[in-house]
């Protein structure tokens, strides 16, 4: 069997327009534990402005901070006439609320106690193109993206891109790691010859006709490279756009090159892409924790892919793949209807599952992937030309 992608249309390009091309799409995380806030002042603030100063209040701070491990000191005093104390070491919120209760108890005057903690900034970084980001941070269907970025940003994580190899992007090149090039037909390869360590995309164009009688004539689609930025183009560099989790590295597996790509060469990607052993293949030094796989045809899934799956979740990699975007059932598609992965659907920018997006019981989550997702792309409309900014809609912007 082969695999077509087909990853929506492409909207607008920021540097340079190009065509649209049909393709299939992926993607998702895991979660962290919530942080414990510490800090090494309270807040004490009394009912009367004027009595913080008294004789002995002192005092009962001091036993009581004792009692609680810590020395406390008068720090400065606030304009409402509260006191900022400071201990000579940090506690957790909840043990500040231990030593509160203690010296409550002791001092009628006191109206509350409460942690000095530091706030944060929310993660908003300096690349221009951020705000056209709009899915990151978008009330309506955006997915929160900064305040994400407080909890983690993917860093000590290898997500695999599956997909059309990828071009040294400005914005992309420093999250690239490692890489091959799993295509074993020369013609479907378009770059002159088969596997090798090479996972850089040469482009994907065919002519008129070149994909079977009455197809199309289409320009490359540097799909993978707009992948792999949407997943993981470089943050706070003051350049182009920032990925989801730019704290990862991408990790390219090709497989996709002229009219598309054969079973057979994805699944001997993702069994290499997890860890595993694929004969004539260097061993993988860079192991995927995520496989992102945006790609799919109209197909059952079969064996050979299946046991690929397999092999990898024993490996413990997460499989991401897309649901389609033929606006039908995913369950009618490959690898979506495979067992074992997170499909995952599209939205729109009003939180409304987009037209072209499969759906279905098969579908397990859908994050924005219409009305334009800004991401890392090439100029080229063939071979590769200048890097470049393309707004691209479909499932595998959304995985």
């Known amino acids: 069997m082969s695999i077509r992608f087909c990853s929506g249309v492409r909207l607008m390009a920021v540097a340079a327009a190009v065509a649209c091309v049909p393709v299939a799409q ?16 309270f807040i004490v603030t009394y009912r009367t402005a004027d009595v913080a100063g008294e004789p002995g209040r002192r005092d009962r701070v001091d036993r009581a901070g004792r009692r609680a491990g810590v020395a406390v000191q008068h720090h400065r005093s606030a304009f409402n006439g509260a006191s900022v104390m400071r201990m000579d070491r940090a506690l957790s919120e909840a043990q500040i609320r231990v030593l509160a ?43 929160n993206l900064p305040a994400a970025w407080d909890r983690a940003t993917g860093a000590g994580i290898n997500v695999a891109v599956i ?25 479907v390869a378009n770059d002159g010859n088969g596997r090798d360590t090479d996972a850089s995309d ?21 799909h993978g490279t707009h992948v792999a930025g949407t997943i993981a183009a470089v943050v706070n560099n003051g350049m182009g756009v920032t990925g989801v989790a730019p704290g990862a590295k991408v990790v390219p597996a090709r497989v996709l090159g002229r009219c598309g790509g054969y079973t057979s060469d994805i699944a001997d990607a993702i069994v290499w892409a997890s860890g595993g052993a694929v ?18 045809g109209p197909s059952s899934c079969g ?18 793949v897309a649901a389609g975007n033929s606006n039908l059932k995913a369950a ?35 994050a924005p992937g219409a009305s334009g997702i800004l991401s890392t792309l090439n100029a ?3 071979g590769p030309d200048a890097d470049n900014y393309v707004y691209y809609q479909g499932t595998s912007m959304a995985a």
Request: charged share 10%.
């Open 101 to 143: 209760a203690d010296l409550m108890s002791t001092d009628a005057a006191i109206q509350s106690i409460e942690p000095d903690v530091r706030l944060q900034p929310q993660s908003v970084p300096n690349d221009p193109y951020f705000a056209s980001q709009w899915h990151y941070h978008e009330a309506v269907a955006g997915i």
């Open 26 to 41: 992926a993607g998702g995380r895991s979660g962290a534990a919530m942080p414990v806030a510490v800090t090494d002042q």
């Open 332 to 366: 009618s598609f490959s690898p979506a209807n495979c067992k074992g992965v997170i499909v995952v659907g599209a939205v729109t920018r009003t939180g409304a599952k987009a037209s072209f997006s499969n759906h279905g019981t098969t579908v397990d989550i859908s």
């Open 303 to 320: 064996t050979m892919l299946q046991n690929a799956i397999n092999a990898a979740r024993a490996r413990n990699t997460v499989v991401v």
């Open 202 to 222: 040469p482009g994907d164009w065919s002519v008129a006709g070149g994909c079977g009688t009455g197809s199309a004539a289409s320009n490359s689609s540097w």
């Open 380 to 382: 080229g409309t063939s």
């Open 279 to 296: 004969t004539g293949v260097p061993a993988n030094a860079n192991v995927a924790r995520v496989i992102n796989m945006s790609l799919g």
């Open 163 to 187: 997909d059309t190899g990828h071009r040294p992007h400005a914005d992309l090149a420093a999250n690239l790691v490692g890489g091959h090039d799993f295509i074993l037909d020369t013609a």
